[in-house]
């Protein structure tokens, strides 16, 4: 009898890791002045893989993380990197390159990954560099502060904006 609950207990959570998904869901938020910032995304892994023109081709739209597109969301109309954006949720995509990356806020925020992508629903388009993290990023990561620090961090790459309160 006791070796039949362990064999069950033990299949239960061999089938949980295994449901475990490879790219987990993440969340970063913050209140910047008066408006809430929230980013959901997808967290891939690097997995020895080499990212940065492979995995992720540069100079092409990104869903900037995987499964459904990476959505921005804030409550207040705010101001990114100086140029305003309203109110809403929204698709946070990038346009990787190697000295400028495009960051793209587009209406569609239900889209998955970058499939359906569609340019004339964009609302905002920033352009910023990138930079060498300061310590290799195994999986993917978003952080915001009360500042307004937007950060992307993976493998070896940051790109950072600035938001603020309109």
Do not use: C, H
């Not at 893989?49 to 969301?73: H, I, Y």
């Not at 705010?78 to 309203?86: D, H």
């Not at 809403?88 to 992508?117: H, R, S």
Request: proline share 4%; charged share 25%; no cysteine.
């Amino acid at each position: 009898m006791l070796m039949a609950v362990f064999v069950l207990l033990s299949a239960n959570a061999l089938a949980q890791d295994k449901a475990k998904p490879a790219s987990p869901p993440a969340t970063a938020s913050a209140t910047v002045g008066t408006a809430k910032i929230k980013i959901d995304y997808s967290s891939p892994s690097v997995k020895g893989r080499k990212v940065w023109g492979e995995l992720v081709p540069m100079g092409k739209v990104w869903r900037t993380g995987a499964n459904g597109a990476t959505t921005f969301e804030t409550d207040k109309a705010i101001m990114v990197e100086g140029k305003e954006l309203a109110a809403g949720k929204y698709a946070l995509l990038t346009i990787p390159g190697e000295k400028e990356w495009t960051i793209v806020f587009n209406k569609d925020a239900g889209q998955w990954g970058a499939y359906q992508y569609k340019q004339d629903q964009d609302v905002l388009r920033v352009n910023v560099k990138p930079k060498k993290s300061a310590k290799f990023n195994e999986q993917l990561a978003f952080a915001v502060d009360a500042k307004g620090n937007v950060d992307f961090m993976w493998e070896n790459m940051q790109v950072s904006f600035m938001v603020k309160a309109k």
